[in-house]
Structure formats: structure tokens, C-alpha cells
């Protein structure tokens, strides 16, 4: 069975500065995936950024990027130039993918992260 | 269209009331999902179907009652309802098809469901 770790229950930052929000997660499994989900107080679940458990490069998206570390099991979320609208729960989540389907799309979810980003 | 839109956004209901909650995605996924979210909690997988058939069940009780009437459609039939059960329903989408990956999961933005 796969576990997704979230150690940090709280994190705050000030505007305009980086933050890290770190995970691990246990499998047995070869080809996954990993995201972090943000769900602000709107309560929408929002993909922030994915990676390939295939792929060493770590993934990027504009002020978001991670730092996968497959052998260790770590996938940490940095977020640069914070901004207020970055206020949210982050959740790390994992994926099992398959090229012959079969459901294998449910995530599994870390308890989550509650990031205040402070003016 | 990457929207996965969920109705209502709010219910409260009696414990003898029947009520139903609805999810419509039109992205061509094939799994689709139901998940409960607790206060201050993670998501937690309730049903996932798959081409329109039931492929998990998370020992969910059968207060719960989902249904799958077509590819783009997802219902949650609720009754006897506990004041326990109250949450946040969200229903949620990926592709899946033999041949492609997953890839990730499309969210829609949740029943807020009240049992009184």
C-alpha cells in the first residue's frame, strides 16, 4: 500500500519570499505520479504542479517547482516570490498509472499543509 | 472544457431525507471519483468508476449510493444519512483509456452537504 507523509501541519511566509513544503511517500511501485494540489478557502482543488515518476528532470511551473528525489522517496514543493494568493492547503498526493488503465487513477492524499503567506 | 462541474454546492438534509448529488465532466475521462473531505482533512477515496462500472468501494456504507448513468455523468444517491456524515463531497475525473496513461485528476469544486 502506498502512504504519503506531510511532516509541516502549519507554515507561514512573507510576501514576495520562498517557502519549501516537504513530503515522502512509500511504494513499491515503478511508474507513478506525484502532485501537489492546493485548495484554498474556496475549497476547489487546484493541480499545482506534476511529476513523472519516470522523468529525473524535476518538474516547473513558473514560481512553482519540486525537488523529486526518487531513491529517497522525497517530493518537495518550493514556492518562490510568495503571494497572498498562494494562501491555501497544499496537499501532496500520489498516483499509480498504468498503460493498461484499470483504475488506477485515485490519489492518495498527505494530511496537507496549511501555507499563510503574510502581507 | 476541463471543468468538472458539481450540484449542488450546498445541501442540508434531514436524516429520513433522499437527496442526490450530481457530477458532469466533459473531457472524455473514463474514471471517474467520489471522494469525502472532512474538516481540516485530506480527501478520502469513497467509489471510482471506470467506463461506467463500479471498480472500487472503499467499504463505503450503503447510505451511499453511487450511480453512473453515462460517461459524462456521476451521481451520489444519499439516504438515512448520519449527522457523522457531513463533509465536503467532491467528485473528481481522470482519463483512462488502455494505451494512455493517467495523467492527473480534475476536480470539481464540491457538495457542501449538512446532515441535520
Known amino acids: 500500500a502506498q502512504t504519503v507523509t506531510q511532516s509541516q501541519p502549519e507554515m507561514s511566509v512573507q510576501e514576495a519570499e520562498t517557502v519549501t513544503l516537504s513530503c515522502t511517500y512509500d511504494?513499491?511501485?515503478?511508474?507513478?505520479?506525484l502532485f501537489w494540489y492546493k485548495q484554498p478557502p474556496s475549497r476547489q482543488m487546484i493541480l499545482v504542479i506534476r511529476?513523472?515518476?519516470?522523468?529525473?528532470q524535476n518538474a516547473t511551473e513558473n514560481r512553482f517547482s519540486v525537488n523529486f528525489q526518487k531513491a529517497a522517496k522525497s517530493f518537495s514543493l518550493k514556492i518562490s516570490d510568495s503571494q497572498l494568493g498562494d494562501t491555501a492547503m497544499y496537499f501532496c498526493?500520489?498516483?499509480?498509472?498504468?498503460?493498461?488503465?484499470?483504475?488506477?487513477?485515485?490519489?492518495?492524499f498527505g494530511k496537507g499543509t496549511k501555507l499563510s503567506v503574510k502581507p | 472544457d476541463t471543468e468538472v462541474t458539481q450540484t449542488p454546492k450546498h445541501l442540508v438534509m434531514g436524516m429520513t431525507n433522499k437527496k442526490s448529488l450530481k457530477c458532469e465532466q466533459h473531457?472524455?475521462?473514463?474514471?471517474m471519483y467520489w471522494y469525502k473531505q472532512k474538516a481540516k482533512k485530506p480527501p478520502e477515496l469513497m467509489f471510482v468508476?471506470?467506463?461506467?462500472?463500479?471498480?472500487i468501494n472503499e467499504s463505503v456504507p450503503s447510505r451511499f449510493s453511487p450511480e453512473c448513468p453515462n460517461s459524462s455523468l456521476l451521481n451520489l444517491h444519499l439516504h438515512a444519512l448520519q449527522p457523522e456524515d457531513s463533509a465536503l463531497y467532491l467528485c473528481?475525473?481522470?482519463?483512462?483509456?488502455?494505451?494512455?496513461?493517467?495523467?492527473?485528476?480534475?476536480f470539481g469544486q464540491g457538495t457542501r452537504l449538512t446532515v441535520v
Open positions: 473528481a475525473s481522470s482519463q483512462e483509456s488502455e494505451g494512455m496513461m493517467n495523467t492527473e485528476a480534475f
Open positions: 511504494t513499491s511501485e515503478n511508474n507513478y505520479y
Open positions: 511529476q513523472e515518476a519516470y522523468k529525473q
Open positions: 498526493a500520489f498516483m499509480k498509472s498504468s498503460l493498461y488503465g484499470g483504475s488506477q487513477g485515485n490519489l492518495i
Open positions: 473531457m472524455g475521462h473514463r474514471a
Open positions: 468508476y471506470s467506463y461506467e462500472k463500479l471498480s
